[in-house]
């Protein structure tokens, strides 16, 4: 079983910048795919990034390329979301997530197996 909680969210100005963490509990993170969602109000949960087990590859929904890198540390058990020039529509609780295996290719909310409670992040114009 692992157990994932986020920490990093806040209040920033647009054009300002935060770093999510997400760390994991378990002895199985660095076996995991670690993905980053999002949920803004009124809207459907969104996938934002991933990346595989072993830092090969990640992978970017297009609103946030060249913005936002995801990352990992395999031996603190942490995921990270770096996200820099923030934009109001950025505003949402972003969650981490995991799944057994080594891809960065899925996207789907189905494909993950474990999830964070969540971290609010508000950009203000």
């Known amino acids: 079983q692992v157990q994932l909680v986020e920490s990093g969210g806040g209040l920033v100005q647009a054009g300002g910048s935060l770093r999510l963490s997400c760390a994991a509990s378990g002895r199985t993170f660095s076996s995991f795919a670690m993905a980053w969602f999002r949920q803004a109000p009124g809207k459907e949960r969104e996938f934002v990034a991933a990346?595989?087990?072993?830092?090969?590859?990640?992978n970017y929904v297009s609103s946030v390329k060249g913005r936002f890198t995801i990352s990992r540390d395999n031996p603190k058990n942490t995921a990270y979301l770096q996200m820099n020039s923030l934009k109001p529509e950025d505003t949402a609780v972003y969650y981490c997530?995991?799944?057994?295996?080594?891809?960065?290719?899925?996207?789907?909310?189905?494909?993950?197996?474990?999830w964070g409670q969540g971290t609010q992040v508000t950009v203000s114009s």
């Open positions: 997530a995991g799944r057994q295996g080594a891809s960065a290719y899925y996207t789907g909310l189905k494909d993950y197996d474990y």
């Open positions: 990346i595989s087990w072993n830092y090969g590859s990640t």
